[in-house]
């Protein structure tokens, strides 16, 4: 059964940090794209940050460029987002989506884990 668990997420002051975690399951974790979408109230889900197989690229959206960090740790099946200097929009649902290097059409998704920035 493929499972995508993301954890991590909470309340957090304006400036604070949260480390965002994903434990896959069920597949092959290594043969997958890895990423992290976010859906804020009342707007679209949008592409975070992307990583791929081994590791060495990232791809990040402007809005979170120089602040939140993606990794992944192939041993553990894990990917993570690390988040510094949050924002108040920064506030959504965040998601963890893999999909295979080799088969696009096999894309899963987490069931999310909310993040609130506010003072």
């Known amino acids: 059964q493929v499972q995508l668990v993301e954890s991590g997420g909470g309340l957090v002051q304006p400036g604070g940090s949260l480390r965002l975690s994903c434990a896959a399951s069920g597949f092959t974790f290594i043969n997958y794209a890895m990423a992290w979408y976010r859906q804020a109230p009342g707007k679209e889900r949008e592409l975070v940050a992307g990583?791929?197989?081994?590791?060495?690229?990232?791809d990040y959206a402007d809005s979170v460029k120089g602040r939140f960090t993606i990794s992944r740790d192939n041993v553990k099946n894990t990917v993570y987002l690390q988040m510094n200097s949050l924002k108040f929009e920064d506030t959504a649902v965040y998601y963890c989506r893999g999909q295979d290097s080799w088969d696009p059409r096999f894309v899963y998704w987490g069931q999310g884990t909310p993040v609130t920035v506010s003072s």
């Open positions: 990583i791929n197989r081994s590791g060495a690229v990232k």
